[in-house]
């Protein structure tokens, strides 16, 4: 995504604490700009079940997953789990070895 062959429209979130840091922000490395972006995507204080979702726009085979907290402050992921769809509506989590690979 930090080569930005994935569009910021291909991009959604649950939430966003400031309106500095959405979906357009969830690019590794992105550098913080003052009253422009956070460098990384945060959601809502109030959202209890924050997601992340990329709409590839084609089926893709994906082997590597980055995550990367935002430097100088406490905003990192701590748990995820991967899910496709081919609707962007409903989602089937990842499995390996039928077992759920939340991490």
Do not use: C
């Not at 291909?10 to 490395?29: C, E, I, L, P």
């Not at 402050?73 to 995820?80: D, G, R």
């Not at 081919?86 to 039928?98: A, I, L, R, W």
């Amino acid at each position: 995504m930090s080569s930005k062959l994935i569009l910021d429209s291909q991009m959604k979130v649950s939430s966003s604490k400031f309106y500095t840091s959405g979906a357009d922000n969830g690019r590794k490395g992105l550098p913080s700009i003052p009253n422009v972006r956070h460098g990384g995507w945060i959601a809502a204080d109030h959202d209890s079940d924050p997601w992340f979702q990329v709409d590839f726009i084609v089926n893709v085979t994906i082997s590597i997953l980055y995550m990367q907290g935002l430097s100088g402050t406490n905003h990192s992921v701590t748990k995820y789990k991967i899910a496709s769809s081919d609707d962007g509506e409903t989602f089937s989590d990842y499995k390996t070895n039928n077992q759920q690979t939340a991490k």
